[in-house]
């Protein structure tokens, strides 16, 4: 029998892809009253995220993705599936870890080492691999948290 995967320590986030996030902000701050703690555009993913604590300090979050370029991978997503749940991210101790434990496993993942994310270093598991859901994992704190 397979060991846990080393080292996750929570879920992250939900992200949730949509079409405007100003948009968005109307149910989720004004009828859900969850404050963004950022609103920020990562140009080297193509989006801008609202961060939404939902869980208090060091609670869950939920992300809401808006594609900068309809060209993009978010921006493809959206126009296939329209507006919801794009992947949940669980934060790992170590994501070189993670990501050697899973290709040992012969988990597929999307990415064949770490990326820059917008809150620190992550991969990708492809959805074929987790029965429909994309999966994110990241280990926060190599770039600036948001």
């Not at 969850?34 to 555009?41: E, G, M, N, R």
Request: charged share 20%; net charge negative; with cysteine.
């Amino acid at each position: 029998m397979l060991e846990y995967l080393p080292g996750i320590r929570r879920i992250d986030h939900i992200a949730i892809v949509v079409r405007a996030i100003d948009d968005a902000l109307v149910f989720y701050r004004d009828a859900l009253g969850i404050t963004p703690s950022a609103i920020v555009d990562v140009p080297s993913e193509g989006v801008r995220i609202a961060m939404l604590p939902a869980g208090g300090p060091g609670g869950t979050k939920i992300e809401l993705l808006q594609p900068l370029d309809p060209g993009n991978s978010i921006g493809r997503f959206l126009e296939r599936h329209g507006e919801g749940q794009h992947h949940i991210c669980l934060e790992v101790a170590n994501i070189d870890n993670a990501l050697a434990a899973l290709v040992e496993r012969g988990v597929p993942v999307l990415d064949q080492q770490p990326r820059v994310s917008a809150e620190g270093r992550a991969i990708f598991i492809h959805p074929k691999g987790t029965h429909g859901v994309l999966i994110e994992l990241v280990e926060m704190g190599a770039t600036e948290h948001v």
